[in-house]
Structure formats: C-alpha cells, structure tokens
C-alpha cells in the first residue's frame, strides 16, 4: 500500500481562492466532455492551449493560473515537444480532501 501524498494545505487553498482555477480543475476532471477537439489522448493530459481557448482569458493569465495548481500540487504536467499538457493530480486532491475535516 502507497504512503497517503502529503499536501500543503495553504498553497492549496490558495490554489482555489481563484474561480478560473476552480473551473479549471473542473474541466480537467472530465477532459474528455470539456475538450473534444483535443487531439492527443487525454491519457497525457489536456493541451496548455485547449485551457487557454476554453478559458477565453490571455495565454499568460492561463499559464499564471496553472502554475499556481501546479505549485499547489493540484495538477501534473507532461511535455511532449513544444506542447505543454496538464492533469489533476488526483492522489493530492484526494488527500487534501481527508485533511478538510481536521482543518475545519
């Protein structure tokens, strides 16, 4: 059995003080619906630029956005040539899900 991922309950919050990072996780929890235009497989995340066009704000307030969730620890990335893509870090969400309770 894996040791329970160790999250920064701060940065977190943080993380999802912002709606468009709050929408965004939203969207990478089912990319599939959210980005059909995608056109590599969604087993590598979600291009940087199908965020950026689905977000409808500028390529450099995204990429400000996920570098915040990914400091966080709320998204991974993976590059694959010039491309940049993003998935949610699901071990750390759910962690940081138990923590609540002992939070609040």
Known sequence: MSEPESVDIDEILKAL????????????KTPQSCFPGQRHSFEVGVCAGQIHEKAGLCASTVSAHLAVLQRAGLVTTEKIGQW?????????????????????
């Open 17 to 28: 003080a912002h709606p468009a990072r709050r929408e965004i996780l939203v969207w990478l």
């Open 84 to 104: 940049i893509f993003y998935s949610r870090n699901e071990a750390v969400i759910e962690a940081f899900v138990k923590q609540i309770p002992l939070v609040f």
